[in-house]
């Protein structure tokens, strides 16, 4: 560590090489302090500034934040002037590495308040992609946050406390952002490709940072245009051609829509509405944290000749690779419908009975 005073352009103490704790939770490049000279002999000396170049907190000191940024005195204690204030800090080049994803580097300003705690903070991505305002809410923060994602625009509000543990609370709008690079980012099967809006309402409770992906829970309407399922044909399992489940191919489509809901780790879509060409299915998906597929599908092709080919399609597999199979009452009128009136017309009314049928007797959906 090395440490040098200097005059101008005001009088600063600059720092260089400073780590923190005995694993380095925290390391600094430099840092600048410069002080209020005209308060050096008052009862409260002022620091104007700190200036941090080069922070890296990792996540062992990421829950310890809470306590450098107190929100309120406590109640019923004597207001005393402290012996030393700080008005502002501002972060470059700074950087949050958690375990399992890094944040920035980004550059930041926080302004404090009298009494030492957190009057407002702004955070910028040093790329400018991501700007978000933070200001205290009681025994909260609000941050009101805007990003630039993937060329689309997202923004959103949330609420985040630290009272036994972290929980937070929020809502945002999702336009046209592509899917693929997204779900990349987020170390997930690229299964789907296209534009994707959503106003997501979005909440957790967890005892670290750490936890908060684990512990979320999101309910949000969602809408897809233009895009492709990949890993699974539909209509080739809708029309019972091959072995396979439809595993392997890929669905284009005019327009997928639902509504999604994910529960510490589960994600569970309802109310699927696709349309792709001639294609159009409708249904419910769970997708386990393991990313197991489970639910079912009713498909519906429509055909220049009378008989349109309908199927009821269980799902199946994995999100790596998801297959598609008829139901067993699917399958059974099929194969009747084919014994009575051939292959052409039989097949399609004879699986449109079983769907019936089983739909009277059976499980619809899953």
Known sequence: MAARAAGLPLPHLTVRGITIGTTEDIKVGKVTVTPDLWTLFDPTRV???IEIDGLVITHKAVGRIPAWLPLD???GEPSQPPALRLEAIKLDDAVIQLQKATIGPFDAGLNLAHDGGLESASIINRDGALKVLVKPQQSSYLADISAQLYGCAVTGRLVLGWQK????KGSASVSSVEIAPLLRELDKPQNMSGRINA???FSAQAATPEQI??????DTPFGVDDGVLHGVDI???ATFTGQDGGAGGETRFDKLRGQLNIDRGTRRLTRLDIVSGPLS???NVTISPQDELSGRINTSIKAASVAAVSAALNVSGTLDSPQLFPSGGTMAGAAAGTAVLGPVFGTAVGARVGQWVEGLFGKKSE
Not at 165 to 168: A, K, M
Not at 213 to 218: F, G, Q, V, W
């Open 281 to 283: 299915a409708d249904g």
């Open 165 to 168: 543990g972290v929980q937070l």
């Open 199 to 201: 106003r997501p309402v």
């Open 213 to 218: 992906l684990d512990a979320l829970r999101l």
């Open 47 to 49: 620091i104007k500034s």
């Open 235 to 237: 209509r080739k399992a």
């Open 73 to 75: 005195a406590r109640a």
